[in-house]
């Protein structure tokens, strides 16, 4: 890749940057670069692209988010209280601590290497010219004055110069948020973090490491850049809104226990100890977590890079997923199938001539190639391919200027018997260009010369063998597949028909595409394939899409997506693709097959559906501890239960069956409102299970006269008893292993009563006469008041669904 060969360094470049730019080299195409020995002499002092932290999550983060957090701190605490007070058993709940906290390092450890090793795999990589040799290295390999050859698609990885320039065009929207291309002639400079998107060039590294301008980005974009997720957000809010609760309920539970329920120091303390700590969740946030990053586990086994952990929560909302055509439909590379000449001019040897003017064009000059280059054909002026524009160009000496783009931009309006011409052959399905000749300059605007068409351009792609099959599945998971590209409607509709993209028979020209909503927004929801869409069209259509009240995900791998990508919510991009689309995508797929997007579907969907599911058991668990606390403060009653009561009643019915839950598999797809639902769901539940304990306990105690010890034993049979109903609401359906779950649950709590040890531990007694009708009666009407709670939505969902179809 010659680039810059023979382009004189601007006088902005250093003349030691001059020199070396000028100086002859053995295959570096003019140019030498620094030496073997320099470079180790600049890394030996640190002028080396390596930043003083790296992406991801530091293993200081995975340590701080599982040990150092608020209810650590506070069960911590109450465990020291616990253990000094005693028995041993009444500070059972530290060891649920422990391991809750141990499981969660483990994992996450686990999770980062396996992410870190493909982040590896996916970094950058940077062309130097060294020792007057072309090498590939990676982009924390580079050093001050490394000379860095650019082309399409590369991502600028250290600021520098630019000392040689072939059209050189480059995307500053990631650092200024202006999305036009900025031309980048010798001189100007170059800021890491931007991205190539047309022509070539050479740049002198001038900063590197955390001295570059993109280094110096991330560290303030760290500051505020965390993707804050719905189910995050929630999850934080309800944390907080615990955390409050706690602190007036605990005072008040703890001074009525110790003044004025009667009972002794240690008694009153344990009974504290109890009501305070069964309001933690303690499991919620590691399960959270441990659901996310199981689940960027699981997809990067399947070579499926998450860059985001949040990102995984998009993919269980998405509803749209917009797609390129070629490298996703279709195959990348393109297959030479025909010229069809118009005229007497040279077309095949002009053919082979623009293919070798931009050894960086891209598919299409790639797939021309297999034409032979023509003898005497000397490019004097080049105009490198731009998606925008649609048409690339070069003038040869002596032979005139020759311009390849799509038909509908190049050739003359006048000329309304080749577009026909061009639009039948691109009705068939494949690819169609226009090649023009004219005698004027190519000039420097993104309009092309005025010019006659000789000979339209045929070239085949190939499906990719899994379209069809994903696609399919996506429309049976409700996931609508909408296709936007840039080759004529006819080809896109062809292609769309064959795999089987719903709507190919309405796709449409963006070339027609209103400018503003709502006119936007109508057209685009009825315009599932179109063809001719420019980036910022594409970009336009996201944001369409996403107005209309869609999740909308973005799957690309060229230059003309990253608009698209980085305004969609859920940006995917084909690793086989660019190195820029990569850097922008928060998903990439390191195997380059559209294949893997109904395994990220599927995963998302488990991973949003399980979270629910740990979060309705903990917050259940949270709000029967906080009116249990609330009516002993008040009424000055000891409290119902001992410490080791709620871990052995936490364990079975929410903290063991959680695990199960949160790695389990299948879902719909998820919707907004993960909050709401769960604290309508927990509320009702938590009061049920609450007043179901409270009133085993006041019959026995007051109506029966039964002991402390009886009474607390019959409160916690039948807080078992009803944490176990909504165990079995959560979990369904009840399939097999969802239901040998709950029968487990169950075995092990009648243990608990049935085994000497069991009592011995948890401090309980076996239940007889009066005292076991109590529970029985109390666990029957928990079970009907869960059971009616549960049907409920659903019967209140029947009854509006008739209504919907009047006028």
Same mark, same amino acid.
């Given at each position: 890749m010659?680039?810059?060969?023979?382009?004189a360094?601007?006088s902005g470049?250093? /003349?030691?940057?001059s020199?070396?730019?000028?100086?002859?080299?053995?295959?570096g195409?003019?140019?030498?670069?620094l030496?073997s020995?320099?470079v180790?002499?600049?890394r030996?002092?640190?002028?080396?692209?390596?930043?003083?932290r790296?992406?991801?999550?530091?293993?200081?983060?995975v340590?701080?988010?599982n040990?150092?957090?608020r209810?650590?701190?506070?069960l911590?605490?109450?465990f020291?209280?616990?253990?000094?007070?005693?028995?041993?058993?009444?500070a059972?709940?530290g060891v649920?601590?422990v391991?809750?906290t141990?499981?969660g390092?483990?994992?996450?450890?686990?999770?980062k290497?396996t992410?870190?090793?493909?982040?590896?795999l996916?970094?950058p990589s940077?062309?130097?010219?060294?020792?007057?040799?072309?090498?590939?290295?990676?982009?924390e390999?580079?050093?001050?004055d490394?000379?860095v050859e650019?082309?399409?698609?590369?991502?600028?990885?250290?600021?520098?110069?630019v000392?040689?320039?072939?059209?050189?065009?480059?995307?500053e929207s990631?650092?200024?948020?202006e999305?036009?291309?900025?031309a980048?002639?010798?001189?100007?400079?170059?800021?890491?973090?931007?991205?190539?998107?047309?022509?070539?060039?050479?740049?002198?590294?001038?900063?590197?490491g955390?001295?570059?301008f993109?280094?110096r980005l991330q560290?303030?974009?760290r500051?505020?850049r965390?993707?804050?997720?719905?189910l995050?957000?929630g999850?934080?809010?309800?944390?907080?809104?615990?955390?409050?609760?706690?602190v007036?309920?605990?005072?008040?539970?703890?001074?009525?226990?110790?003044?004025?329920?009667?009972?002794?120091?240690?008694?009153?303390?344990?009974?504290?100890?109890?009501?305070?700590?069964?309001?933690?969740?303690?499991?919620l946030v590691?399960?959270?977590?441990?659901?996310?990053?199981?689940?960027?586990?699981?997809?990067?086994?399947?070579?499926?890079?998450?860059q985001?952990?949040?990102?995984?929560?998009?993919?269980?909302?998405?509803?749209?997923i917009c797609?390129?055509?070629?490298?996703?439909?279709t195959?990348?590379?393109?297959?030479?199938v025909?010229?069809?000449?118009?005229?007497?001019?040279?077309?095949?040897?002009?053919?082979?001539?623009?293919?070798?003017?931009?050894?960086?064009?891209g598919?299409?000059?790639?797939?021309?190639?297999v034409?032979?280059?023509?003898?005497?054909?000397q490019?004097?002026?080049?105009?490198?391919?731009?998606?925008?524009r649609r048409?690339?160009?070069a003038?040869?000496?002596?032979?005139?200027?020759?311009?390849?783009?799509?038909?509908?931009?190049?050739?003359?309006?006048s000329?309304g018997?080749?577009?026909?011409?061009a639009?039948?052959?691109a009705a068939?399905?494949?690819?169609?260009?226009a090649?023009?000749?004219?005698?004027?300059?190519?000039g420097?605007g993104?309009?092309?010369?005025?010019?006659?068409?000789?000979?339209l351009?045929?070239?085949?792609?190939r499906?990719?063998?899994?379209?069809?099959?994903?696609?399919?599945f996506?429309?049976?998971q409700?996931?609508?597949?909408?296709v936007l590209?840039?080759?004529?409607?006819?080809?896109?509709?062809?292609?769309?028909?064959?795999t089987?993209v719903?709507g190919w028979?309405?796709?449409?020209?963006?070339?027609?595409?209103?400018?503003?909503?709502p006119?936007?927004a109508?057209?685009?929801e009825?315009?599932?394939?179109l063809?001719?869409?420019?980036?910022?069209q594409?970009?336009?259509?996201?944001?369409?899409?996403?107005?209309?009240?869609?999740?909308v995900?973005?799957?690309?791998?060229?230059?003309n997506d990253i608009?698209?990508?980085?305004?969609?919510d859920?940006?995917?991009?084909?690793?086989?693709?660019?190195?820029?689309?990569?850097?922008?995508?928060?998903?990439?797929?390191l195997?380059?097959?559209?294949?893997?997007?109904?395994?990220?579907?599927?995963?998302?969907?488990?991973?949003?559906?399980?979270?629910?599911?740990?979060a309705?058991?903990?917050?259940?668990k949270?709000?029967?501890a906080?009116?249990?606390?609330?009516?002993?403060?008040?009424?000055?009653? /000891?409290? /119902?239960?001992?410490?080791r009561h709620?871990?052995?009643?936490?364990?079975?019915?929410?903290?063991i069956p959680?695990?199960?839950l949160?790695?389990?598999?299948?879902?719909?797809?998820?919707s907004s409102?993960?909050?709401?639902?769960?604290l309508?769901?927990?509320g009702?539940?938590?009061?049920?299970?609450?007043?179901?304990?409270?009133?085993?306990?006041?019959?026995?105690?007051?109506?029966?006269?039964a002991?402390?010890?009886?009474a607390?034993s019959?409160a916690?049979?039948?807080?078992l008893?009803?944490?176990?109903?909504?165990?079995?609401?959560v979990a369904?359906?009840l399939?097999?292993w969802?239901?040998?779950?709950?029968?487990a649950?169950?075995?092990?709590s009648?243990?608990?009563?049935?085994?000497?040890?069991g009592?011995?531990?948890?401090?309980?007694?076996?239940?007889?006469?009066?005292?076991?009708?109590?529970v029985?009666?109390?666990?029957?009407?928990?079970?009907?008041?869960?059971v009616?709670?549960s049907a409920a939505?659903a019967?209140r969902r029947?009854?509006?669904r008739?209504?919907r179809?009047?006028?």
């Amino acid at each position: 890749m010659p680039v810059g060969h023979g382009d004189a360094p601007s006088s902005g470049a250093s /003349p030691e940057v001059s020199a070396r730019a000028r100086a002859p080299g053995d295959r570096g195409g003019g140019l030498v670069g620094l030496t073997s020995a320099e470079v180790a002499a600049r890394r030996a002092a640190g002028a080396v692209n390596r930043p003083g932290r790296a992406a991801g999550t530091s293993w200081t983060d995975v340590v701080r988010r599982n040990v150092l957090n608020r209810f650590n701190a506070i069960l911590g605490a109450l465990f020291v209280v616990a253990v000094v007070v005693g028995p041993w058993q009444d500070a059972l709940f530290g060891v649920v601590l422990v391991a809750n906290t141990a499981g969660g390092l483990v994992q996450e450890v686990q999770a980062k290497r396996t992410i870190d090793r493909l982040r590896v795999l996916q970094a950058p990589s940077a062309r130097v010219v060294r020792d007057g040799f072309r090498q590939d290295v990676p982009g924390e390999a580079l050093v001050v004055d490394d000379l860095v050859e650019l082309a399409g698609g590369d991502q600028v990885l250290a600021d520098g110069i630019v000392t040689a320039s072939n059209g050189l065009q480059v995307d500053e929207s990631l650092v200024t948020g202006e999305s036009e291309p900025v031309a980048k002639p010798p001189g100007t400079e170059l800021l890491s973090g931007t991205l190539v998107v047309g022509g070539s060039g050479v740049q002198c590294v001038r900063a590197v490491g955390d001295d570059a301008f993109g280094q110096r980005l991330q560290r303030e974009a760290r500051r505020y850049r965390r993707v804050r997720s719905e189910l995050q957000a929630g999850t934080d809010r309800l944390l907080r809104a615990i955390t409050w609760v706690m602190v007036p309920l605990g005072i008040l539970l703890a001074t009525s226990q110790a003044l004025r329920a009667g009972l002794s120091p240690a008694d009153a303390v344990r009974g504290s100890v109890a009501g305070v700590a069964a309001m933690v969740p303690e499991g919620l946030v590691l399960l959270t977590t441990a659901a996310f990053t199981l689940g960027a586990v699981r997809l990067a086994r399947r070579r499926v890079l998450v860059q985001e952990l949040g990102a995984v929560e998009g993919l269980a909302r998405v509803d749209v997923i917009c797609i390129d055509k070629t490298g996703t439909l279709t195959e990348r590379a393109l297959r030479f199938v025909d010229v069809v000449p118009l005229d007497d001019a040279p077309a095949t040897a002009a053919l082979g001539a623009l293919a070798r003017a931009d050894p960086s064009g891209g598919a299409t000059l790639d797939a021309l190639r297999v034409l032979p280059a023509p003898e005497g054909w000397q490019p004097v002026e080049h105009r490198p391919f731009s998606a925008a524009r649609r048409w690339s160009g070069a003038a040869f000496a002596g032979r005139g200027t020759w311009v390849l783009g799509a038909p509908e931009v190049v050739i003359d309006r006048s000329d309304g018997q080749t577009r026909r011409k061009a639009a039948d052959l691109a009705a068939t399905g494949r690819r169609v260009l226009a090649l023009c000749r004219t005698d004027l300059p190519l000039g420097g605007g993104d309009t092309p010369p005025d010019a006659r068409c000789s000979a339209l351009v045929v070239l085949d792609e190939r499906l990719r063998t899994d379209a069809p099959e994903t696609v399919q599945f996506l429309r049976q998971q409700g996931v609508e597949v909408r296709v936007l590209s840039g080759d004529h409607v006819a080809t896109v509709a062809s292609v769309a028909e064959r795999t089987g993209v719903d709507g190919w028979d309405r796709a449409a020209d963006a070339t027609g595409m209103p400018a503003a909503s709502p006119a936007l927004a109508a057209w685009v929801e009825g315009a599932p394939v179109l063809g001719r869409v420019r980036p910022d069209q594409k970009r336009a259509i996201v944001a369409a899409l996403q107005e209309a009240g869609h999740v909308v995900a973005m799957v690309g791998d060229g230059l003309n997506d990253i608009p698209a990508l980085k305004q969609s919510d859920l940006g995917i991009a084909i690793g086989s693709g660019s190195a820029a689309t990569r850097a922008v995508g928060r998903v990439v797929l390191l195997e380059g097959s559209f294949a893997a997007v109904p395994q990220i579907v599927e995963e998302g969907r488990r991973v949003i559906a399980n979270v629910e599911r740990v979060a309705r058991l903990f917050v259940t668990k949270t709000v029967y501890a906080a009116v249990l606390a609330a009516a002993a403060g008040a009424a000055a009653l /000891p409290y /119902p239960f001992y410490p080791r009561h709620l871990t052995l009643v936490s364990s079975l019915t929410i903290g063991i069956p959680a695990v199960a839950l949160a790695l389990a598999p299948g879902a719909p797809r998820a919707s907004s409102g993960f909050l709401g639902r769960v604290l309508r769901f927990a509320g009702p539940n938590g009061a049920v299970c609450a007043a179901a304990g409270l009133s085993a306990y006041l019959v026995d105690r007051y109506a029966w006269s039964a002991t402390l010890l009886v009474a607390r034993s019959a409160a916690v049979a039948t807080l078992l008893g009803a944490g176990l109903a909504v165990l079995a609401v959560v979990a369904r359906p009840l399939v097999v292993w969802r239901a040998a779950l709950v029968v487990a649950m169950a075995g092990l709590s009648v243990a608990a009563f049935a085994l000497p040890l069991g009592r011995e531990v948890f401090g309980l007694v076996l239940l007889e006469g009066p005292d076991l009708w109590t529970v029985a009666a109390a666990v029957a009407a928990a079970v009907v008041a869960v059971v009616a709670l549960s049907a409920a939505p659903a019967a209140r969902r029947s009854l509006r669904r008739p209504f919907r179809r009047l006028p």
